[in-house]
């Protein structure tokens, strides 16, 4: 067996706080010195190693009889109340399984996933993009972010689990604050509240079915129990939630300054599926996830895990290990020497929903853009802030002007140009 690499003084490199949030791809740089794993830590006091090489990564999606997703023992040596533990506190549900159980719960997922029709998710996107651009188009600036991007999934989402607009309040609350909780406090509220909206939804689904994906996670041949279908909802919508809003955010970023998208953004050299492809693989909205524990002590790419100790994935640092493309400099770029990007994730654990999430993405900007469609920045792309914190890769804002347009109320089209911009 080989020996233990020892590195007995190495330093621990924070992935939260204003430094990383600006620069992460600069901390991964550094911690290539360390080979395929790194040590890092995800917040005071709770470390874990990251994997940041291309074909380990991949090895390690790729074998479940190795690496777990069961947190149990780990969970025993971290603080109940950090700020992460709602991101890793292991529940009965698909990303936190293994085996048989785990297929079970995936297919659940999937099947359900599978019953969306794209064309009417492709208008719901389209009804409610057009309602949140109508909400500030006249004003002739917004935040992209703020007013758009995070907001539009959760209202495409909320409608496709079964609930109306307004209960999207409180799902806004819960999952906002289960990425972006600075102290166990906010993090303990944020988990409450995204528990009270899961907890509302199912019960009102257990008494009137519909067609939406709460009734046919509890419809699935899987029989689940009611304790498990809250549980698949609420993995579903948080993985879905913020690696969604953060490609529509980062792709739209990066469209607004190349020039190869527009002489106007509705008409150019490349598409809305161009960008966020371009995203996926240079700026992924989910840098640092897939939280494995090796199931034994292993020896890994040249370093000793012990069992039961936390392994997360960087999809950004392993995909972009062979160089990143800049906004404006290239478009697909695969990165890794060729490999595709694992913005996805991989093997059993990979995202089960990619199209329908695409296709959200793809709508939506299509819909800012072709009615909104001399939108440029107001600071320069290198100005723009990002949010700080260990697994997502998103953005505080976007602030961008356009010429101001106003509804048509003669129906031809949502739009028309305003007056005041004539």
């Not at 830590?41 to 874990?48: D, F, Q, S």
């Not at 409450?192 to 519909?210: D, H, M, P």
């Not at 770029?333 to 595709?340: C, E, F, L, N, R």
């Not at 939506?364 to 920045?377: G, N, Y």
Request: hydrophobic fraction near 40%.
């Amino acid at each position: 067996m080989p020996p233990p690499l020892s590195r007995p003084n190495h330093e621990v490199t924070p992935l939260y706080g204003e430094e990383f949030a600006a620069d992460p791809y600069a901390v991964y740089e550094r911690l290539r010195k360390y080979g395929a794993v790194a040590p890092v830590e995800i917040a005071p006091g709770v470390g874990a190693m990251l994997v940041i090489d291309y074909r380990a990564a991949l090895d390690l999606l790729h074998d479940p009889a190795t690496w777990s997703k069961d947190s149990s023992v780990w969970l025993d040596s971290v603080p109940e109340d950090s700020a992460v533990m709602p991101m890793l506190r292991g529940r009965p549900n698909a990303l936190f399984t293994d085996g048989e159980v785990h297929a079970r719960y995936r297919r659940v997922i999937h099947d359900s996933f599978e019953r969306l029709e794209p064309h009417h998710l492709r208008q719901l996107v389209r009804e409610v993009a057009d309602s949140l651009i109508s909400s500030f188009a006249q004003d002739g600036q917004a935040d992209l972010v703020g007013q758009f991007a995070r907001v539009l999934p959760l209202l495409v989402f909320n409608r496709v689990f079964g609930l109306p607009d307004e209960s999207s309040e409180l799902l806004i609350e819960g999952i906002a604050g289960m990425f972006d909780s600075e102290t166990p406090e906010q993090a303990a509220a944020a988990d409450a509240a995204y528990t009270r909206y899961i907890t509302e939804l199912t019960q009102l689904k257990q008494r009137e079915r519909g067609q939406d994906l709460t009734s046919w996670f509890i419809d699935h041949p899987a029989e689940l129990s009611a304790e498990e279908v809250v549980h698949q909802i609420v993995v579903t919508l948080g993985a879905s939630y913020e690696p969604l809003s953060n490609l529509i955010g980062n792709a739209l970023s990066r469209m607004l300054v190349d020039d190869r998208y527009y002489g106007n953004l509705s008409g150019g050299a490349l598409t809305a599926r161009d960008a966020l492809y371009d995203v996926l693989s240079n700026e992924p909205p989910m840098a640092n996830y897939s939280a494995h524990y090796p199931r034994r002590d292993v020896y890994f790419h040249g370093v000793w895990m012990r069992a039961g100790q936390l392994v997360l994935v960087s999809y950004a640092a392993a995909t972009t290990q062979n160089g990143r493309s800049a906004p404006g400099e290239s478009v697909g770029a695969a990165g890794s020497g060729g490999g595709s990007h694992l913005a996805w994730a991989a093997g059993p654990h990979a995202c089960p929903a990619q199209q329908p999430a695409l296709l959200i993405a793809t709508t939506a900007i299509e819909r800012l853009t072709a009615w909104l469609s001399d939108i440029e920045l107001t600071v320069s792309y290198d100005q723009l802030k990002w949010r700080p914190g260990p697994f997502q890769r998103g953005l505080v804002s976007l602030p961008a002007r356009f010429s101001p347009v106003s509804p048509d109320s003669a129906g031809g089209t949502p739009w028309k140009r305003s007056r005041q911009s004539a």
